[in-house]
């Protein structure tokens, strides 16, 4: 039987082309129930205050930072989206007066338009929010060298080399309401995947890369970071692959109920808790990464119930 075409998109695969039967178990998860998915290799941890959440998102970047030596480099790539956590990392260094001389950070994604990487003067540059909400505010005598901080170009073959002969201890992210990291979307539904989304097997491959952005995605980063302007969204990005995702030691997923809805942290917890791999959803695919760990904020968890507005 042919899939369903999605009701948000009908020329794109996405979550709601998924079985209803998925999606309704999905639904009816109480937090409780959300947190007992822990399993082997895939953790689901709760944080109570955003204070503690944010905090124990920028401590991954300091127990990161603190294993690398020059003969052993270390590394964190990170998100912007959350971003809360990037002033603490700055106030942390400083504070402890960390010595980032040997530390390796990799940017996860960088919007595209025209064939290349928006610059760092442009309004929703991810580059320049991670410099100005984290990177300038490090003491000079403490900062990371800036050749070893890596952001994604339109010519990818530099990013790509750069995560040879290094460790990246974490890869850090949130969710999109399409269910990505990074910017890993759904594919179009066209050519030959007109009947069905890539294989998992065949999705794991890709590496950083530029991708065509899912409507989805434009209309979420108009309404975080726009002001709901969508115009102003580029409709490509450059974002780390997989294949540098299963490179991470760990993968840690942060979720404080701002970028994903309460339907969306349940259901990609659900199938990562019972391998159920469909690229339709993305974030799916870490079923197989040994090391995943998703974070909430237990007060942006929300219901599923409805309630009209």
Same mark, same amino acid.
């Given at each position: ?105 990799? $940017?996860? /994604? =960088?919007?595209?338009?025209?064939? +290349?990487?928006?610059?760092?003067? @442009? %309004? ?24 070893q901080l890596y952001f994604p170009k339109a ?10 002969g290094k460790r990246c201890a974490v890869m ?26 890539? $294989?998992? /097997? =065949?999705?794991?491959?890709?590496? +950083?890369?530029?991708?065509?952005? @899912? %409507? ?94």
């Open positions: 039987m042919p899939r369903k075409l999605s009701t948000i998109a009908p020329d794109w695969w996405d979550y709601t082309t998924l079985d209803s039967d998925l999606v309704e178990e999905a639904a009816r998860l109480s937090a409780d129930e959300l947190k007992g998915l822990s399993r082997d290799g895939f953790r689901v941890v709760f944080h109570d205050t955003l204070e503690a959440f944010y905090l124990a998102e920028a401590l991954e970047y300091i127990d990161a930072w603190r294993q690398s030596t020059a003969d052993n480099p270390v590394g964190i790539c990170g998100p912007v989206g959350p971003t809360e956590q990037l002033p603490l990392v700055a106030q942390l260094v400083n504070e402890l007066g960390l010595s980032l001389r040997e530390a390796h950070f990799w $940017a996860m /994604d =960088e919007w595209c338009m025209n064939g +290349t990487e928006v610059p760092v003067t @442009h %309004p929703l540059s991810f580059e320049r929010a991670n410099r100005e909400l984290c990177f300038d505010r490090i003491r000079p005598e403490l900062a990371i060298p800036s050749r010519d990818t073959s530099a990013y790509i080399a750069s995560w040879e850090q992210g949130g969710q999109g309401d399409v269910k990505h990291w990074a910017f890993n979307d759904p594919v179009k539904r066209e050519g030959k995947y007109r009947d069905a989304p890539p $294989a998992p /097997d =065949e999705y794991r491959q890709l590496r +950083t890369r530029r991708v065509n952005l @899912h %409507p989805i995605t434009l209309a979420q980063n108009a309404r975080t970071s726009g002001g709901g302007n969508i115009a102003l969204v580029p409709t490509h990005a450059l974002t780390v692959g997989p294949v540098e995702t299963w490179r991470a030691d760990k993968v840690s997923i942060w979720q404080a109920g701002n970028h994903d809805s309460p339907f969306g942290q349940r259901l990609t917890t659900l199938m990562i808790a019972k391998g159920i791999k469909d690229t339709a959803v993305p974030m799916s695919l870490l079923a197989d990464h040994p090391n995943v760990q998703f974070n909430f904020f237990r007060g942006g968890l929300g219901t599923c119930q409805v309630e009209m507005h």
